[in-house]
């Protein structure tokens, strides 16, 4: 996770920043927010990654932004997406195998796969935006319940 979601990460921004390029947009989850708050976060919450469940997933994406976004001179932007799913993707289904340990009325917030290129193709072409991280999400979270439903169980 390390080599990959940091080291790798910021690598590839700094070799953009030595060719030239103006802007970066660097992928990452809205896991690095952490668990535990209550309500929905934003993108002024700060950073906290943790928990058995993701490992160092979280805190490997979370140290890239930060590193990315103290490097000078390079228009950084920051992607944070949920869950992602579409069509012919089994990541949905899959996806009842550690809810089955949720209560019904817990909440997932998720986004399409083709709202989430949008979403990115936003982040690298608007104007003034530089240092700002985005939330990438669906309208609104569903519950195990509507989890379930959404996959016909």
């Known amino acids: 996770a390390w080599a990959v979601n940091r080291d ?3 690598a590839l921004g700094r070799a953009a920043q030595a060719s030239g390029v103006e802007r970066f947009v660097q992928v990452s989850t809205n896991n690095v927010y952490g668990v535990g708050r209550g309500r929905p976060l934003t993108e002024e919450d700060e950073s906290r990654p943790g928990g058995a469940m993701w490992g160092a997933y979280p805190e490997s994406k979370a140290e890239a932004e930060r590193e990315l976004l103290a490097l000078k001179s390079l228009d950084v932007r920051i992607g944070r997406l949920p869950f992602v799913y579409g069509e012919g993707d089994p990541h949905l289904a899959n996806s009842l195998h550690w809810a089955a340990r949720w209560a019904p009325h817990q909440r997932l917030q998720m986004a399409h796969h083709a709202d989430v290129a949008q979403g990115l193709m936003r982040l690298l072409y608007a104007p003034g935006i530089a240092g700002r991280i985005y939330n990438i999400a ?5 519950t195990t319940v509507e989890l379930y439903q959404l996959n016909g169980v």
């Open 8 to 10: 790798a990460a910021v």
């Open 138 to 142: 669906d309208d609104a979270p569903v």
